[in-house]
């Protein structure tokens, strides 16, 4: 998250400056750190981070979970009570977690084994007892908090039962010791820098107050989680701005430390007897309930990649609902579901190919005969479609028509944008269907250039929204480069599409296909580009999530460019007359001095085109202005 209140930089400038190795820190800088957390801010993206320095997370290798356990650590420093209910209403689940647990321990693991319903009636004694445990340990209880948000984010997990769910098996992994600092650090730095933070975003304190409840301030009472932890830990919250609490000054033996120091032979010898005990998911999901609410009331509900009907061959309708309006960005499904009642708009997925052609005879005089000799096409009948996917046609063939006439008859109240565009609560939404990233990118990005040219039209005030279903110029490489989504290839290279949205007041851009859990802070970001902060929804991957509201999007969005246009009026300007200069179209009357990409060399009397056009330098020279001209124009996309 960016800095949005103009006090924050100043204080983040001040707490840089005292710590001396960020003189060799070109990019992450130091804001506050103790021994074992850091406070990183990234200057050249203006974000922050909190990173561990002399801690290590866990002594199991390859854990998944840390980011779902930090955030368990902070929502149970904001809200105990509720986090407990939360766990409560996952008995079922963590008793079924527990079962499989002691069935590694048994040595019979599903399918091998007995199946698990029938292994759980049978240790129903034993499972009650180590659920139990569970609240006696409030830690350990913070960490089964995290597995169980990953398990509702991501689907069931697998890998090492014992350790995640059976407290005596758990006390070894040093979680627990590392859960304990972590939380002690956000209290600590919250209050000595008046700051609110949600681990990754850092507001001042004014200004987190009024964010949703994600944020831990030095606002936040820590009464109640003071009381229900060890008392080394709870001392951390007492005082605020406690030192660091020393090894072997906790009151709870099980609370430790493994430090990065002294981790060498130490985290060897830990490591070595670990086996991780690994089943596929699905193979795992139907033993699971799903305690999450099944709709939401979202006014503007963004969700995509539902892919029903996989797990649940007989589901007829969408998983989840929401009677407002929807924006379903391609991949509802994979098992003809239909939905009557669902509203809002649609577009077209890789997968939503599949659902509708997966199985299809095809005679001579069919609609669809003339695409009988493509590979992609028979990939795709015979339910191929990993293989069929780097062959599909670009978005404007007519094939796309035939799958968008097939989803709406499915849904016919949402409305399947096929390269068109809606409008909704005086935004408009440009639906394109790109199911899936185009081999040539060169290629795929001057068909999105024309095809929003012909949506967009003449209208470049009203706030506009592109919504595909695979990334129009890869939105991912605007996340944090720490994000596991992000990637820096295949970024915008199209003058023609830059400067649509310089030219359209494009607020946001929406599209599926990635699947980053919805539960994860890196779904959305507010970026800096074309000259104007947008936000960037990257995927809203809905495993068991219904959706998110985009409405507050609008708000951070419209915060966003009002302190832009605050804080930096001439700044703005002049970047938008960067911008408009390189792609505008010019005139043989036009002063040489003002066209930018066009040079004139007196000794010569010759006129040099210079551009960057595609990734490709691009140099010609002519003797002829007018000419010259012309051909940069070409350049421009003019």
């Known amino acids: 998250m960016t800095n949005e209140n103009n006090n924050l930089p100043r204080l983040i400038e001040e707490q840089i400056k005292q710590y001396p190795q960020n003189r060799r820190r070109p990019v992450n800088k130091v804001v506050y750190a103790n021994r074992y957390f850091a406070l990183e801010n990234n200057i050249k993206e203006n974000t922050f981070s909190i990173v561990a320095n002399d801690l290590v997370f866990s002594a199991i290798p390859y854990d998944t979970a840390r980011y779902y356990i930090e955030r368990a650590a902070r929502y149970s420093m904001l809200s105990p009570e509720k986090t407990r209910r939360y766990l409560e209403s996952q008995e079922d689940n963590i008793k079924t977690y527990i079962g499989k647990a002691l069935m590694q321990q048994a040595g019979v693991m599903y399918p091998y084994g007995p199946d698990v319903d ?145 981790v060498g032979a130490e985290l060897s010898k830990a490591r070595q007897n670990y086996t991780a005990h690994s089943v596929n998911p699905k193979l795992i999901d139907p ?12 006014k503007i509900n ?11 061959k007989n589901l007829t309708s969408l998983p989840f609902s929401n009677d407002n309006f929807n924006i379903i960005a391609g991949d509802a499904s994979d098992g003809r579901v239909s939905d009557k009642n669902i509203k809002g708009i649609y577009v077209i997925g890789n997968h939503d190919m599949t659902d509708v052609l997966a199985g299809t005879i095809v005679s001579k005089d069919d609609t669809l005969a003339k695409y009988r000799d493509y590979q992609w ?33 499915r849904f016919p109240q949402l409305k399947v944008l096929n390269n068109e565009s809606t409008m909704y609560a005086g935004v408009r939404y440009a639906g394109l269907t790109v199911p899936i990233r185009f081999s040539n990118q060169a290629t795929e990005q001057q068909w999105i250039a ?35 989504s992000f990637n820096d290839k295949y970024a915008l290279s199209n003058n023609q599409l830059a400067k649509i949205f310089t030219q359209y007041n494009v607020v946001g851009v929406v599209h599926g296909h990635h699947h980053i859990p919805a539960a994860q802070a890196n779904w959305h970001k507010i970026v800096k580009q074309f000259g104007r902060p947008m936000f960037v929804i990257d995927s809203i991957y809905a495993n068991n999530n219904t959706g998110q509201e985009l409405e507050k999007e609008f708000t951070r969005q419209r915060r966003a460019a009002e302190s832009e246009k605050r804080n930096n009026p001439n700044q703005l300007a002049a970047r938008k007359a960067r911008i408009e200069a390189k792609t505008r179209e010019y005139t043989v009357d036009d002063d040489i001095k003002q066209v930018v990409g066009l040079t004139y060399e007196k000794p010569r009397n010759r006129y040099t085109v210079d551009k960057t056009i595609d990734g490709k330098h691009i140099r010609k020279r002519f003797l002829n202005k007018a000419e010259a001209i012309s051909y940069l124009n070409q350049m421009n996309g003019h």
């Open 377 to 409: 096409f028979q990939l795709l009948v015979a339910n191929l479609g990993n293989d069929a996917w780097p062959l599909l046609p670009a978005g404007d063939n007519d094939i796309y028509a035939y799958i968008a006439d097939d989803v709406q008859s």
């Open 450 to 484: 024309d095809e929003l040219i012909r949506i967009l039209g003449d209208d470049i005030t009203t706030p506009t929204v592109v919504v595909s279903h695979a990334p129009i110029f890869n939105e991912l490489s605007m996340l944090s480069k720490k994000s596991k």
């Open 118 to 262: 029938e292994f759980v009636a049978k240790n129903e004694t034993h499972i009650t007892a180590e659920y139990h445990k569970i609240f006696e340990h409030p830690l350990f209880e913070i960490q089964v908090l995290g597995r169980l948000m990953q398990h509702d984010s991501t689907g069931p997990l697998s890998a090492n039962l014992a350790g995640k769910f059976l407290y005596d098996s758990n006390r070894f992994t040093d979680i627990i010791g590392y859960i304990s600092e972590y939380m002690k650090f956000i209290a600590q730095v919250t209050d000595d820098l008046q700051i609110s933070t949600d681990g990754s975003g850092v507001m001042s304190l004014s200004e987190g107050t009024n964010l949703e409840n994600l944020y831990v301030s030095a606002d936040t009472d820590l009464t109640r989680v003071s009381e229900l932890l060890p008392a080394g830990t709870a001392a951390g919250f007492n005082s605020r701005a406690v030192s660091n609490i020393n090894e072997g000054q906790y009151d709870d033996p099980d609370t430790q430390i493994l430090l990065k120091s002294v």
């Open 302 to 312: 963004v969700v995509s990649d539902i892919h029903a009907g996989v797990a649940n």
């Open 287 to 298: 033993y699971y309930k799903i305690v999450l609410p099944t709709s939401n009331n979202n």
